[in-house]
């Protein structure tokens, strides 16, 4: 699935000064505190370099100024499934073949209630591949990746070894589960580094990831990620494609299913005990709040569906936090509800 580029109205993002943010990220990032406490527990503070986030992504001017209109998009990364081409009803920020209006609709409601009122900037998307009912808010405007670009380091690591037919070495697979499973900052480095940035954007651009621009000079906390791209990454993580094989998949989803439980807060936020969850969360603080960022792919017993929510300018981390589990909780309660899932809407 899909997503329109742009977004509703107003959703570019802002221009905004970053020498404070930098100033604050790179204090930050070299020891102002070594802990967070994200929902409820400590973890490790994971996001940039250990050596610090100071300087920006270098996004362009027009990035910055991305809106976007209300059609839905047709490329997608290559080889992965799109959405159905037959008939789609659109119901508030969600779309669905017509038997799934009434999930659409509750989607829709759900998803903008557990919005409403927050503090910051949020962007949503949904795909459900089982009902192919999709929602999207906010879908292109930019974020700082913090800890989830660590998603995008593991693909083009496997998408490397993929193109040379040759495994993961044993140093590779201690850091990509290191790097995965407890946000380890050391191990993203390490293989940000030996990945490069020729592979990391060649992966990206496989995978259509058009809106992403990675982080320069080493700081790859500081990528500028979005909704809609965040959403073709987890499609190619659960859905066949010719950018990854079966096992390439299997493996990273495998890492992000053993995801420590300190740092299993976000997406996976009311998930049904029925389902395997599969996240990866980023977390950093600047001069103008918190940005907080989950997604998750929740699989098993007939489910598949996709979540991404990234926020930023949260007054603290843990309501950065609330805000995204507000959008899971409603999520995973209107796509496990049976009444909705019957889905013909008896006309």
């Known amino acids: 699935m899909t997503f329109p580029p742009g977004g509703e109205a107003g959703d570019g993002e802002q221009a905004a000064p970053r020498g404070k943010k930098a100033a604050h990220r790179a204090a930050w990032a070299l020891g102002v505190g070594a802990a967070v406490v994200a929902a409820g527990v400590t973890a490790v503070v ?26 839905e998009a047709t490329g997608t990364a290559t080889g992965v ?29 759900d998803i903008q209630a557990a919005l409403s009122g927050r503090t910051g900037h949020q962007a949503v998307t949904v795909y459900d591949t089982v ?57 993203a480095t390490a293989l940000w580094d030996e990945v490069g940035m020729t592979r990391l954007q060649q992966f990206l651009d496989l ?92 699989t098993g017993k007939g489910k598949n569906y996709l979540i991404a929510v990234l926020t930023d300018d949260s007054p603290t981390e843990q309501y950065g936090i609330d805000t995204v589990q507000h959008v899971a909780e409603a999520v995973h309660r209107d796509l496990n509800d049976a009444a909705l899932l019957a889905g013909a809407d008896g006309g």
């Open 46 to 71: 994971a996001g940039v370099p250990s050596a610090s986030a100071a300087r920006p992504a270098g996004r362009s001017a027009a990035a910055s100024a991305k809106s976007g209109g209300e059609a």
């Open 207 to 298: 995978a259509k990831m058009n809106e992403t621009e990675l982080g320069q000079d080493g700081y790859w906390g500081l990528t500028q990620v979005t909704a809609h791209d965040e959403m073709l990454l987890l499609e190619l993580l659960t859905l066949p494609n010719s950018v990854l094989t079966d096992s390439e998949r299997s493996y990273e989803l495998g890492l992000m299913s053993q995801v420590i439980s300190g740092q299993r807060w976000g997406t996976p936020a009311g998930a049904p005990s029925t389902v395997t969850v599969h996240v990866k969360n980023g977390w950093l603080p600047d001069d103008d709040g918190w940005h907080i960022n989950s997604i998750g792919a929740f």
């Open 81 to 109: 499934r799109a959405v159905a081409t037959g008939t789609r009803v659109r119901e508030g920020i969600c779309t669905a073949p017509a038997e799934h209006k009434a999930l659409a609709a509750k989607l829709s409601a």
């Open 131 to 187: 009902t192919e009912v999709s929602c999207y808010s906010g879908q292109s405007r930019h974020f700082d990746s913090a800890s989830i670009v660590k998603a995008i380091i593991l693909g083009a690591l496997l998408r490397w070894h993929h193109e040379t037919g040759t495994p993961l070495s044993s140093w590779e697979n201690s850091e990509a589960t290191l790097m995965i499973t407890q946000s380890d900052n050391d191990a």
